[in-house]
């Protein structure tokens, strides 16, 4: 299919069009560059795509994702739309978060859903076009879904959705199965969330965590029926005005007992399982988190004396470092504001130990600018903290080369690729460059060969031939890869088409170690 759609858009270059377009961005919001003030418009079959300055390649990904992805959500929810989508395509999520676009609905976008306003999709570029197509996947089908229960015209949704009054479980939940199926990433959330005992019921534990809940709902009914038996369950409640009606008249029985058969089938399942499992040897590390506040990044040095963990709380973020013995701990960098009302970036603040374990470099952002600051540990003190080079859009990861270079994973133009960064004097070179996404970079050495480990999927080359984004997307699964540092043959380490491989490193010259959700649940690999 993918084929077929790459040879439409060569020869039939008129579906996929490119013009100027006039978006109202509005002037309440703080901005940090000018870029909003030229967008650009890309039209298909399906679908109307804007992206403004520099992202150009991620709107045209947008574009074929959408349009790739567009016929399965339709026989998924068994329902057409007969208007365009439109999808608002912003470079990174700090870009959403100062757009006016849509001002009063982007408040809500807290909770991490895909932002939908009415048939309008906005989305955001990770370096990840795994990532990307998500985002649109749950996008799409929000707006399908809205369509087939709420109607198109106002009267209608509003209408519908008090006579519906549906629970968070069940849209938001059913959008992201839509999107995303059930995932290992969800399976070993629920695992943890229900191996704690924390819930007394279904109840409890859907109001807590509403979308994971409905995801496990609506997976635990469509893998035990027939197919299609989603949609006609939707169908039956919005004629009925009554979502047990649906349940009743397509599964016998009502939602709160397909809730409690959910709830109990899941308990005796992770219960079964973790009787299966080893269990880990070592030591455990105890991090000073009273508040369970996301943890986004934790590394120990290399000396194994203390370890670097970043607590993110709604955007805002503390640096702790603690000593693994005498664990104590000191907070050696905060920013950010808390703020509950838009998407928390946890990308940043991001930190990487120097070889000696003497240095941390911490990479964060501030007003849309990027710093890099290196931390001395003996002399409590930053030895400098400043601007890295603007053509960055996103830096993805950091890595030591040596106390004067740092291996980057980095957006530019829309691609994720591989740079050396100088400490000195702020220059850049660039490792690949090409349209493949090139993530979790690490230096490494292998079999008494220095060179960079990182993931991405990309086929076995480095891609010195340009590939043009508009004839394929990057969204294959990631494998991972090694790179000697004198240029030579790329390596490739795994070779799994239907699984990721991500954050992997070596620890020794013969070892190197990732994780994989190649059995439906991640754990880590030896290679």
């Given at each position: 299919n993918i084929y077929i759609y790459i040879v439409f858009l060569f020869f039939f270059p008129q579906v996929l069009s490119a013009q100027g377009a006039s978006v109202e961005s509005g002037k309440n919001r703080v901005q940090f560059h000018n870029e909003f003030e030229n967008w650009l418009q890309y039209e298909s079959t399906n679908f109307v795509g804007f992206w403004y300055g520099t992202g150009k390649n991620i709107g045209q990904s947008a574009i074929m994702i959408a349009e790739d992805i567009y016929a399965e959500i339709e026989e998924l929810t068994e329902h057409r739309i007969n208007e365009k989508i439109e999808i608002i395509v912003y470079k990174d999520v700090t870009d959403l978060n100062q757009s006016n676009i849509g001002e009063e609905e982007l408040l809500n976008t807290f909770d991490q859903k895909t932002l939908v306003l009415g048939k309008k999709i906005f989305v955001q570029f990770n370096g990840d076009h795994q990532n990307l197509r998500s985002q649109i996947r749950e996008g799409t089908a929000r707006v399908f879904l809205?369509?087939?229960?709420?109607?198109?015209?106002?009267?209608?949704?509003?209408q519908a959705s008090i006579l519906l009054n549906l629970p968070d479980w069940v849209t938001d939940g059913l959008v992201k199965y839509i999107a995303d199926g059930w995932t290992s990433k969800d399976d070993s959330a629920l695992r943890e969330l229900l191996n704690t005992d924390s819930y007394k019921d279904y109840k409890a534990f859907a109001n807590q965590n509403p979308i994971l809940a409905g995801k496990s709902i609506w997976f635990y009914i469509d893998s035990r029926n027939k197919k299609g038996i989603i949609p006609t369950i939707l169908y039956l409640a919005k004629n009925d005005r009554s979502l047990d009606s649906g349940f009743y008249d397509v599964l016998g029985m009502s939602s709160t007992k397909v809730q409690?058969?959910?709830?109990?089938?899941?308990?005796e399942l992770y219960a079964y399982e973790a009787k299966q499992t080893d269990t880990l040897e070592g030591k455990k590390i105890e991090l000073k988190n009273k508040k369970n506040i996301p943890i986004t990044d934790v590394l120990i040095s290399p000396d194994g004396k203390r370890i670097a963990y970043v607590l993110n709380d709604m955007g805002r973020y503390k640096v702790i470092l603690q000593h693994m013995e005498k664990e104590e701990k000191s907070i050696i960098l905060r920013g950010g504001q808390r703020n509950q009302i838009q998407n928390t970036d946890y990308n940043y603040p991001k930190i990487a130990w120097n070889s000696s374990g003497q240095e941390l470099a911490i990479l964060f952002e501030k007003n849309d600018i990027i710093y890099l600051g290196q931390y001395d540990i003996f002399t409590d003190k930053f030895k400098q903290t400043e601007p890295i080079t603007n053509q960055y859009q996103r830096v993805h990861s950091i890595s030591y080369k040596n106390n004067y270079r740092m291996l980057l994973s980095a957006t530019i133009n829309g691609f994720s690729d591989l740079f050396i960064y100088s400490l000195v004097d702020r220059q850049t070179t660039r490792i690949t460059n090409d349209i493949w996404d090139d993530l979790d970079a690490q230096t490494a050495e292998l079999?008494?060969?220095?060179?960079?480990?990182?993931?991405?999927?990309?086929?076995?080359t480095l891609n010195k031939r340009k590939v043009r984004i508009d004839s394929i997307v990057p969204e294959d699964k990631m494998d991972i890869f090694f790179l000697p540092e004198d240029?030579?043959?790329?390596?490739?380490?795994?070779?799994?088409?239907?699984?990721?491989?991500?954050?992997?490193?070596?620890?020794?010259?013969?070892y190197f170690t990732y994780l994989s959700d190649n059995t439906g649940i991640v754990n880590r690999y030896i290679g």
């Open positions: 809205n369509s087939l229960l709420l109607g198109n015209s106002l009267q209608e949704m509003v409690k058969d959910s709830y109990a089938y899941y308990k079999d008494g060969r220095k060179g960079y480990i990182f993931s991405s999927n990309r086929p076995d240029g030579s043959k790329l390596i490739r380490l795994t070779n799994t088409p239907n699984t990721n491989e991500r954050e992997a490193f070596c620890f020794d010259e013969n």
